[in-house]
């Protein structure tokens, strides 16, 4: 893996491995049908690992990111623990694999979780696994505290 804590030391409650599975799997439930370019994601989260693929529609901007269907689980879920980390995986329209950063709305849904700085994104896939932290992908965020809310009421 092409970062500095190599996969022994990722400090993940579960395998970063287990993570992996379910985020390719998910690639089989992606529903690509307008792109071709489908993609898998897996947050892990109070032990939990919640899944996601991307969902497209034929008003295109309704298109629902794999990372931002796994947040929906996980809420769904009852928001579990505190997101440690997620997943993801893509296959171009060829089936080729290759290697997607979440999109910008993604990284701003990722960004009102829970502790979300510190969240790990892992990109890419076998030698070419890569984790970048929350906070590299999306610095001076605004988030939740930034409300006259004080921070979310739920
Ligand atoms: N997509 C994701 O699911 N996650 C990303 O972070 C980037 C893009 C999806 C949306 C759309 O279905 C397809 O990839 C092409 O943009």
């Given at each position: 893996m092409n970062s500095e804590s190599g996969s022994a030391g990722t400090g993940l409650s579960v395998?970063?491995?287990?993570?992996y599975e379910?985020?390719?799997?998910?690639?089989?439930?992606?529903?690509?049908?307008?792109?071709?370019?489908?993609v898998g994601a897996a947050l892990l989260s109070g032990g939990q690992i919640f899944p996601g693929c991307n969902v497209e529609n034929?008003?295109?901007?309704?298109?629902?990111?794999?990372?931002?269907?796994?947040?929906?689980?996980?809420?769904?879920?009852g928001s579990p623990g505190v997101p440690e980390?997620?997943?993801?995986?893509a296959r171009n329209s060829h089936g080729e694999v290759v290697t997607a950063m979440p999109?910008?709305?993604?990284?701003?849904?990722?960004?009102?979780?829970?502790?979300?700085?510190?969240?790990?994104?892992?990109?890419?896939?076998g030698d070419g696994i890569t984790m970048t932290l929350?906070?590299?992908l999306l610095p001076h965020a605004f988030g939740?505290?930034?409300?006259?809310?004080?921070?979310?009421?739920d």
């Open positions: 395998p970063m491995e287990d993570l379910v985020a390719v799997a998910q690639l089989d439930c992606s529903r690509a049908t307008f792109s071709g370019f489908r034929s008003s295109y901007g309704l298109t629902l990111c794999a990372e931002r269907s796994a947040v929906m689980h996980w809420a769904s879920a980390a997620i997943a993801v995986v999109c910008g709305a993604c990284r701003q849904v990722l960004s009102d979780l829970p502790d979300s700085r510190k969240l790990q994104v892992y990109t890419g896939e929350l906070e590299e939740p505290a930034d409300l006259d809310t004080g921070g979310g009421t």
